[in-house]
C-alpha cells in the first residue's frame, strides 16, 4: 500500500514536472486498426521542435477529408453565393487553438455572416462585428438585429406564387424591413442565392418544386428569431470592409475573418455573385499584414493571391471543400505569420 501511494506520489511529480516545461497530459480515442501508427508517432508529440512536422502531417489528414459540415448549425437568413458554413468547423478550431480568448470576432466581408453567427452563439469571443457594404443585405441584418417581428410575420404569411414573387422583386420598398423582405425573397427564390443586378429566377428548383424549393417559412423564421436573442453579443455595421479594420487594427485581442469577393488577378467568378465586387485586393494584403489582432483571409486557389501573400509575409495553407456539383477543389487560407 506504502509503495503504491510513493509511486503515485512520483507520477504526479513527474507529471508537474512536464507541465513546467508545458508538456500535459491528454487522452484521445484511437481506433485498433490507428494503434500501431500511434504507437509510433506518440513520442514526437511531447518535442515542441516537431511542430511544424506534425502541422505538416496535420495538413495531409486535412486534405484526405474535406470538412464535415453537419457539425455546422444552421443559422443564417441567407443561402449566400460563397458562403462559408464548410469553413466554420476550420474556424472554430483556429480559435479554440488560440491561447488567448479573442475579446472581438470580426466580419468585415459578412454576406450572411454563418461564421459571426456561429462565433455569437457558440459563445466563442466576447463580442461580434459584422460588417457589409450592400444595402440589401445590410437591411437584412439591421432588421434582425432591431425589430424583426414584422418581417417574420410577412415571411410566415408569403404566399409564393410567380405573381406574388415578381411583385415584390419589382418593388421599390421605402422601409427597412420591406427592404429585408425583398432581400430575402430573392436570395430564395433567385439562382444561386444571387441578389446582385442580372439575377434569375429559378426555374425547376429542389425536386422540380420551382419558386418554393428553397422557401422554409418556419425555418426562416427560427433562425431570425435565434440571431435576435443574441443581438446583444452582435454588432452590424453598413459600411466599408477597410473602415472597420481600420477602427480595429490595433486591437491586440481582436480576432478577423476576412472573406472578400474573389476577384483577384480581375478574376470574373466573384463579379456576378455580388453587387459589390470591386476590391483593393493588393491594399487589404497591405492593410492586414499591419493589423495587431490574428486573422484568417480566405481566397480562391490562384497564383496572383499566393504571390500577394508572400510579397506581405503571411502565410498560406491549402483547404478542401466540395462546391455546388460536389467536386472537392482547394480554397487558400492566409494568416499572419509566426
Ligand atoms: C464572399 S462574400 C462573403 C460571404 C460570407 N463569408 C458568408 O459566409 O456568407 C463577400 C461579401 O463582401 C461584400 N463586400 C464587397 N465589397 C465590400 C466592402 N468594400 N466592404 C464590405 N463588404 C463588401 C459583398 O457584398 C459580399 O456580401
Redesign the pocket.
Given at each position: 500500500m506504502q509503495k503504491d501511494n510513493t509511486a503515485s506520489q512520483r507520477q504526479t511529480k513527474r507529471l508537474e514536472r512536464l507541465a513546467d516545461q508545458g508538456v500535459y497530459r491528454k487522452s484521445l480515442l484511437v481506433h485498433q486498426d490507428c494503434t500501431k501508427v500511434f504507437e509510433h508517432i506518440k513520442p514526437y508529440f511531447a518535442n515542441p521542435k516537431n511542430i511544424d512536422e506534425l502541422k505538416r502531417l496535420a495538413d495531409t489528414l486535412l486534405l484526405a477529408k474535406p470538412i464535415n459540415v453537419s457539425k455546422v448549425r444552421q443559422i443564417?437568413p441567407?443561402r449566400?453565393p460563397?458562403?462559408?458554413?464548410w469553413l466554420v468547423p476550420e474556424i472554430r478550431k483556429w480559435i479554440f487553438d488560440l491561447d488567448y480568448r479573442p475579446t472581438l470576432f470580426i466580419?468585415?466581408?459578412?454576406?450572411?455572416?454563418?461564421?459571426s453567427l456561429s462565433v455569437a452563439i457558440e459563445d466563442l469571443a466576447d463580442r461580434v462585428i459584422v460588417?457589409?457594404?450592400?444595402p440589401d443585405?445590410a437591411s437584412v441584418w439591421k432588421t434582425i438585429l432591431a425589430e424583426p417581428g414584422i418581417l417574420c410575420r410577412k415571411i410566415l404569411t408569403f404566399d409564393v406564387t410567380k405573381e406574388n414573387v415578381t411583385n415584390v422583386i419589382h418593388s421599390e420598398p421605402d422601409n427597412i424591413t420591406d427592404k429585408a423582405f425583398k432581400t430575402i425573397v430573392k436570395n430564395r427564390t433567385q439562382r444561386g442565392g444571387i441578389i446582385a443586378p442580372g439575377a434569375s429566377l429559378v426555374k425547376s428548383g429542389e425536386n422540380g418544386k420551382g419558386l418554393k424549393s428553397r422557401w422554409y417559412p418556419e425555418t426562416l423564421v427560427r433562425r431570425i428569431r435565434t440571431i435576435y436573442e443574441f443581438k446583444h453579443k452582435i454588432e452590424f455595421y453598413e459600411?466599408?470592409?477597410?473602415d472597420i479594420i481600420d477602427q480595429y487594427k490595433f486591437e491586440k485581442y481582436a480576432v478577423f475573418f476576412i472573406?472578400?469577393?474573389?476577384t483577384a488577378g480581375g478574376k470574373k467568378a466573384?463579379k456576378r455573385l455580388?453587387?459589390?465586387?470591386y476590391?483593393d485586393h493588393e491594399k487589404l494584403f497591405a492593410v492586414m499584414g499591419q493589423i495587431m489582432g490574428k486573422f484568417i483571409m480566405t481566397y480562391d486557389d490562384s497564383e496572383e493571391v499566393v504571390e500577394m501573400a508572400k510579397k506581405y509575409d503571411l502565410m498560406v495553407s491549402k483547404v478542401p471543400m466540395k462546391n455546388a456539383h460536389h467536386d472537392v477543389k482547394f480554397e487558400l487560407l492566409i494568416k499572419k505569420s509566426d
Open positions: 443564417s441567407f449566400y460563397g458562403g462559408k458554413t466580419e468585415p466581408f459578412a454576406g450572411g455572416g454563418i461564421t460588417a457589409e457594404i450592400d443585405v459600411g466599408d470592409a477597410f472573406d472578400p469577393p474573389y466573384g455580388y453587387r459589390f465586387n476590391i
